[in-house]
Nanobody, 124 residues
Framework: QVHLVESGGGLVQAGGSLRLSCAASGRTFSRYAVAWFRQAPGKEREFLTAISWSAGNTYYADSAKGRFTISRDNAKNTVYLQMNSLKPEDRAVYYC?????????????????WGQGTQVTVSS
């Protein structure tokens, strides 16, 4: 069993940066792929980025490419999402998800463990 907790969200001005953290309990987390998704009000949950268990592979949605960076520190059981050049349209609840994944890593149904989410708000 793995328990995920996101942190680092908040209010930031457009053009600013935030670093989200996804801290996990459980010995198996280091073997999990981890992804970040977000859900804006009135919209469907959106894939942003994922990282393989070894950090050897990363994947980004077009909306995240060039501005967001995923990384992980398995010694700390933590995955990070560095977000730069934030825009008002980045406002959403951001979720991390983890599991043993052998597919694309980009679909929410591939992940069985989810955090509670952290709110990101970007003011114009």
């Amino acid at each position: 069993q793995v328990h995920l907790v996101e942190s680092g969200g908040g209010l930031v001005q457009a053009g600013g940066s935030l670093r989200l953290s996804c801290a996990a309990s459980g010995r198996t987390f280091s073997r999990y792929a981890v992804a970040w998704f977000r859900q804006a009000p009135g919209k469907e949950r959106e894939f942003l980025t994922a990282i393989s268990w070894s950090a050897g592979n990363t994947y980004y949605a077009d909306s995240a490419k060039g501005r967001f960076t995923i990384s992980r520190d398995n010694a700390k059981n933590t995955v990070y999402l560095q977000m730069n050049s934030l825009k008002p349209e980045d406002r959403a609840v951001y979720y991390c998800a983890g599991d043993y994944v052998y597919g694309s890593l980009m679909f929410d149904y591939e992940y069985g463990y989810w955090g509670q989410g952290t709110q990101v708000t970007v003011s114009s």
